[in-house]
């Protein structure tokens, strides 16, 4: 299970909505407990893959450790990644399974004419996407 904190979920939104046609990415900084990740913030990574942005997403590893340091500096951990799809359901591709890790939410946001319609969170088990129930909270 994933709770997400609602502010955490507009500022995902709101990235995804501006950055329409091209898919938007970034982090989940929380906390594992158990089962459930708690996602208290979403920190803004570019898309630093370089051709194919309107279908491809990609965090720079110089990215993800700045993420990992400002996480750390809240007493936080990475516990996932977000990204979106322009003109495309909120489903995992293949493209995502490939560079998933398992033990990690992804929450992926379809956006249509620029407006996000529809988001759901997923999770790799045993190499396959799962989907995972979302509690939104605060």
């Known amino acids: 299970m994933l709770r997400l904190k609602r502010s955490a979920l507009q500022k995902m ?5 501006r950055d329409y046609p091209y898919e938007t990415c970034g982090l989940l900084l929380g906390k594992f407990q158990q089962d459930v990740r708690i996602v208290f913030g979403a920190y803004e990574t570019p898309n630093a893959y370089p051709e ?25 951990e990475i516990v996932g990644v977000y990204h979106s799809h322009p003109d495309h359901p909120d489903r995992p591709s293949e ?12 929450i992926i946001l ?5 407006k996000v319609v529809s988001y759901r969170s997923w ?5 396959e996407f799962r989907e995972e129930p979302i509690d939104i909270f605060g």
């Open 13 to 17: 939104i709101l990235q995804a909505e």
């Open 110 to 114: 379809s956006v249509s004419k620029g």
């Open 52 to 76: 194919r942005k309107n279908d491809r997403y990609q965090i720079d590893p110089k990215d993800y450790l700045k993420a990992e340091q400002k996480a750390k500096e809240f007493g936080l």
């Open 95 to 106: 493209f995502d399974r490939e560079r998933a890790f398992e033990g990690f939410s992804y």
């Open 123 to 127: 999770e790799l088990i045993d190499g």
